[in-house]
C-alpha cells in the first residue's frame, strides 16, 4: 500500500488542524498527492505529526529556497562549411578557440568534431571565429 498525504487526518476533526495543501494542475484537477511511504503486506504505519510554523532566519529548513542548480542545455552542431571550406590551420584555430575542449580536430578525417557537447558554457566564442 502507498501512504500518501492524503492519509493524514486530524485528530480532532472539529478543532483548528493543519492538512496538507492539495495542488491543482493547469486544467484544474487535483494533481497526485505527495508519497510518504509504501508498505509491504503485514505492515502498519502509526505515526504523529506536529506541524510548525518558522521562518529562514530561526533556522534554513523554514528557507523559502532549495539548493538546486539549473542551466541551459547547450545544443552544439558543426556546420557543413566549417569542414568544407577552412583549411587545415583555420581548423584546428576553430578548435583552440573553445574554452572548454568542446570540439576536436580529427587527423584522420581532417575534420572538426564534437568532443564532449556537455562541457559547453554558452560563451559563444566558436560562433565568434565562424
Not at 500500500?1 to 492524503?6: F, G, H, L, P, Y
Not at 545544443?75 to 574554452?99: M, Q, R
Not at 575542449?101 to 578525417?109: G, H, I, L, P
Request: charged share 30%; proline share 5%; hydrophobic share 35%.
Amino acid at each position: 500500500m502507498e501512504v500518501t498525504s492524503r492519509h493524514i487526518t486530524p485528530l480532532n476533526p472539529g478543532g483548528s488542524s493543519v492538512m496538507p495543501v492539495a495542488y491543482l494542475n493547469d486544467q484544474g484537477k487535483e494533481e497526485d498527492p505527495i508519497l510518504i511511504m509504501k508498505l509491504s503486506k503485514n505492515q502498519q504505519l502509526d505515526m504523529d505529526l506536529v506541524a510548525k510554523k518558522g521562518t529562514g532566519k530561526t533556522h534554513a529548513k523554514w528557507s523559502p529556497v532549495a539548493t538546486c542548480q539549473m542551466r541551459k542545455e547547450p545544443t552544439v552542431w558543426i556546420d557543413d562549411k566549417i569542414n568544407n571550406d577552412l583549411s587545415i590551420e583555420k581548423k584546428k584555430e576553430f578548435v583552440g578557440t573553445c574554452p572548454r575542449n568542446v570540439y576536436k580536430f580529427n587527423e584522420m578525417r581532417n575534420a572538426v568534431e564534437i568532443e564532449d557537447a556537455d562541457k559547453c558554457i554558452l560563451c559563444i566564442e566558436c560562433v565568434r571565429f565562424a
